[in-house]
């Protein structure tokens, strides 16, 4: 089983950046697909970025393609989201999900375990 927690969301302007993070509990991380997904108001939750178990390989959406890195830490039980020229379509709450079945989770129904989410707000 695992845990996961998410932090650095936060408010800021259209062209900065954040770097979210989500921190793992349980000895098999590093077998787990992760991924980032996102929800803004009134809208399904939708995929964002996924990074396979080893994080030898990446996908992105085409709206964060260029403008988003995924990445993971296995020695610290960490994937990270890092994101640059953020946009106010950006804003929405972002959730870690993980897989212990899929190498790079890009669905919903590929998903085992969230995070509780955090908020980013980007203001134009």
């Known amino acids: 089983q695992v845990q996961l927690v998410e932090s650095g969301g936060g408010l800021v302007q259209a062209g900065g950046s954040l770097r979210l993070s989500c921190a793992a509990s349980?000895?098999?991380?590093?077998?787990?697909?992760l991924g980032w997904f996102r929800q803004a108001p009134g809208k399904e939750r939708e995929f964002v970025a996924a990074?396979?178990?080893?994080?030898?390989?990446?996908y992105y959406a085409d709206s964060v393609k260029g403008r988003f890195t995924i990445s993971r830490d296995n020695a610290k039980n960490t994937v990270y989201l890092q994101m640059n020229s953020l946009k106010p379509e950006d804003t929405a709450v972002y959730y870690c999900?993980?897989?212990?079945?899929?190498?790079?989770?890009?669905?919903?129904?590929?998903?085992?375990?969230w995070g509780q989410g955090t908020q980013v707000t980007v203001s134009s």
């Open positions: 349980g000895r098999t991380f590093s077998r787990y697909g």
């Open positions: 990074i396979s178990w080893s994080g030898d390989s990446t």
């Open positions: 999900a993980g897989s212990s079945k899929y190498n790079r989770p890009t669905s919903l129904r590929m998903t085992d375990y």
